[in-house]
């Protein structure tokens, strides 16, 4: 069965630090893969998606980059974070561009800037 | 695509059968209706979708009415670890990079 990682759970960094946030799937091969942040009590905001290995669309304009150096390995980076980086950050995959699979998520993690 | 309008919260009893509404009056004929949970601290965990007709799996049952405009999650024997936020969401399939509204879901107590 396909599982989904991401690390670390919990992040507290100061200002103007850098940053990077991991995220692995296995038991499948080519997903597609996607960044979302959460708000408290709000919706998910997609900030990147990748098809496939080095290919990174990005949706909003922000100080956040990915990068897909591995077909199954997903990261999400900054190299100054801002006090509005604050949130949390979820991980997702699903088999197929195309397709009306649902995504699956991993346990996300909840980054808090001080 | 389309919004939808969920209570803010329900509660359950243990053993019983949770049936949680979801409002999507503004559906189209491609959007599919997906239900998620997220307890708190976790990802949302998937649960079931479909499109026009009814659905069951392992976790749930399904039931979409014939307008399409609205849908019932129904848990048949819900337990204490059945308590989270439960959202619905539709979205077209096909569009792989969306944004995902969940939107404020159902806060779903089961009470033993």
């Known amino acids: 069965s396909q599982t989904i990682h991401q690390w670390p759970a919990t992040l507290v960094q100061p200002v103007g630090s850098p940053l990077s946030l991991e995220c692995t799937v296995e038991g499948t091969s080519n997903p597609n893969l996607y960044w979302y942040r959460q708000a408290a009590g709000r919706g998910l905001q997609l900030l990147f998606y990748?098809?496939?290995?080095?290919?990174i669309s990005s949706e909003v304009p922000q100080n956040l980059s990915a990068s897909r150096p591995q077909d199954r390995q997903f990261i999400l980076s900054s190299k100054k974070l801002l006090l509005s980086d604050s949130g949390f950050y979820l991980c997702?995959?699903?088999?197929?561009?195309?397709?009306?699979?649902?995504?699956?998520f991993g346990d996300g993690t909840r980054l808090s800037i001080l | 695509d389309a919004k939808t309008t969920q209570p803010p919260s329900m509660d359950c009893a243990e053993g019983r059968a949770a049936n949680l509404p979801c409002n999507h009056s503004t559906i189209s004929g491609n959007e599919y209706v997906y239900w998620y949970r997220q307890i708190h601290s976790q990802g949302p965990q998937y649960i079931i979708h479909g499109l026009k007709n009814n659905e069951t799996n392992e976790m749930a049952s399904l039931i979409i009415t014939e307008d399409r405009k609205s849908s019932t999650l129904i848990l048949p024997h819900a337990t204490l670890r059945d308590t989270a936020v439960y959202y619905c969401i539709v979205r077209v399939a096909g569009t792989g990079a969306n944004n995902l509204f969940f939107g404020t879901g159902t806060r779903l107590t089961v009470i033993p």
């Open positions: 990748s098809v496939g290995i080095g290919q």
């Open positions: 997702a995959w699903i088999q197929g561009f195309y397709s009306n699979q649902p995504q699956h």
